[in-house]
């Protein structure tokens, strides 16, 4: 479940790139709600924080995984357990 009602930003640079996310997702996706994609794009968002991706592979990372829970979510393909990840007990501290 995510973690954050949206992706933080700082009003920094990034801001201007969760925004070109999210007009790119909803440009592709018309028949979603902005709260869909606002939910992927969560989700995304802490799953790449959970594991501790590189600053500089995020928001590609994030912009994929948050495409395809849309694709899902508009009925487009079958989800794909391997595409839907799941927090783990892990023996990394955080």
Not at 38 to 65: C, K, N, Q, T, W
Not at 68 to 84: C, I, N
């Amino acid at each position: 479940m995510p973690t954050t009602a949206r992706p933080s930003t700082g009003g920094t640079k990034a801001g201007g790139e969760w925004e070109r996310i999210r007009g790119r997702l909803a440009s592709h996706f018309p028949e979603l709600s902005e709260d869909d994609i606002v939910a992927e794009l969560v989700h995304a968002h802490d799953s790449v924080d959970y594991v501790g991706m590189p600053e500089e592979e995020r928001l590609e990372l994030i912009e994929f995984m948050a495409r395809y829970g849309l694709l899902v979510r508009a009925g487009r393909v079958s989800p794909s357990d391997r595409l839907d990840p799941e927090r783990h007990a892990s023996p990394r501290r955080r």
